[in-house]
C-alpha cells in the first residue's frame, strides 16, 4: 500500500509538472499581447472555458467532494490563478466589446459553478456521491477540450500538412493524459480522472501519428504567420486541456 501511494504521489507530481508547464505556454502569446497593447484577432474563449473546468477540478479535489485528490487539487489550482492572469491581460487590452464579452462569459460561469457547489454540498451527503456529481461535470468538460482538436486533425488530412499541429503541443498533450491516466490506475482508484486522460491520451497518440504520417508536407511560415499560429494553437491547447 505504501509502495503504491508514493508511485501515485511520484506520478501525479510528475503530471503537476507536465501540466504546469502546459499552462504556461500561452504566455509568450500574452506578452506580444502586452507589447503590441492589442488583442488583434486572439479570442478569450478558451482561458475562459479552461478557468471554469480548472475551478471545478478543484471543487472535486477538495477532501470533502474526493478524498486523496491533493495532487488535482494543486495543479488546477495553480490553473485557476494562470487564466485569471491571462483574462485579466486580454481584458486591459481588449476593445470594450471583447471586455463585455469577458465579463458575460465570467459572470455565467460563475453562477453556474455557485449552483453546482450548493446543489453538491446542500443536497448531497457523503464524498460517494458529491464525487459522481462532480466528477461527472468535470468529465464532460475534458472530454469536450479533448475532443476538440478534431477538427485541427481534419484539417491536417485535408490539406496533408502540420502546420496547424505544432509537434510539442501535441506531444505534451499526449504526455499530460498518459500521466494522468497512470495516476487515474494506481490505489486509490480515480474512474473520473482516468475517463477523461484516457481520452486525452489517445487524442494525443493520433495527433502524434498524423504528424508522423504528413510533417514532410510542412510549409515554412513567416515569422510573423507562426508567432501568430503559435498563439492560436497554444489557446486551442490551453483551452481543451485543463489538467486533472
Same mark, same amino acid.
Given at each position: ?6 508511485a501515485r504521489n511520484v506520478v501525479g507530481i510528475? *503530471? ?9 505556454? &500561452? ?12 488583442? #488583434? #484577432?486572439?479570442? &478569450?474563449?478558451?482561458?475562459?472555458? !479552461?478557468?471554469?473546468?480548472?475551478? @471545478?477540478?478543484?471543487?472535486? *479535489?477538495?477532501? $470533502? ?5 491533493? /495532487?488535482?487539487?494543486?495543479i488546477n489550482s495553480v490553473g485557476v490563478a494562470?487564466?485569471?492572469?491571462? /483574462? !485579466? ?8 466589446? *471583447?471586455?463585455?464579452?469577458? /465579463?458575460? $462569459? ?32 468535470? %468529465?464532460? @468538460? ?24 505544432? @509537434?510539442?503541443?501535441?506531444?505534451a498533450n499526449f504526455l499530460n493524459g498518459v ?8 490505489? &486509490? ?7 477523461? +486522460? *484516457? ?20 510549409? +515554412? #511560415?513567416? %515569422? %510573423? %504567420?507562426?508567432?501568430? /499560429? ?7 491547447? +490551453? ?6
Amino acid at each position: 500500500m505504501v509502495n503504491a501511494a508514493i508511485a501515485r504521489n511520484v506520478v501525479g507530481i510528475i *503530471g503537476n509538472v507536465i501540466s504546469f508547464g502546459m499552462f504556461f505556454s &500561452p504566455a509568450p502569446t500574452f506578452y506580444g499581447i502586452i507589447k503590441r497593447k492589442a488583442v #488583434e #484577432e486572439f479570442k &478569450p474563449d478558451p482561458y475562459v472555458a !479552461t478557468l471554469l473546468n480548472c475551478a @471545478f477540478w478543484v471543487f472535486y *479535489g477538495m477532501p $470533502f467532494v474526493h478524498p486523496n485528490s491533493i /495532487l488535482v487539487l494543486s495543479i488546477n489550482s495553480v490553473g485557476v490563478a494562470f487564466e485569471l492572469v491571462y /483574462l !485579466t491581460i486580454f481584458y486591459v487590452y481588449a476593445t470594450s466589446k *471583447g471586455r463585455k464579452k469577458v /465579463l458575460v $462569459f465570467l459572470l455565467i460561469e460563475a453562477i453556474f459553478f455557485a449552483a453546482i457547489v450548493l446543489i453538491t454540498m446542500l443536497a448531497l451527503h457523503g464524498t460517494h456521491k458529491r464525487s459522481l456529481v462532480v466528477g461527472v461535470i468535470c %468529465d464532460v @468538460f475534458n472530454v469536450m477540450m479533448y475532443v476538440s482538436p478534431l477538427t485541427v486533425m481534419a484539417k491536417v488530412i485535408k490539406t496533408k500538412s502540420v502546420k496547424y499541429m505544432p @509537434f510539442w503541443l501535441s506531444l505534451a498533450n499526449f504526455l499530460n493524459g498518459v500521466c494522468w491516466t497512470t495516476y487515474a490506475l494506481i490505489h &486509490p482508484f480515480d474512474i473520473y480522472v482516468l475517463i477523461s +486522460n *484516457g481520452i486525452g491520451a489517445i487524442s494525443g497518440l493520433v495527433q502524434l501519428i498524423l504528424y508522423a504520417c504528413y510533417s514532410s508536407c510542412n510549409s +515554412n #511560415e513567416s %515569422d %510573423d %504567420d507562426d508567432l501568430k /499560429l503559435h498563439g492560436v494553437q497554444l489557446s486551442n491547447l +490551453n483551452g481543451r486541456v485543463a489538467v486533472s
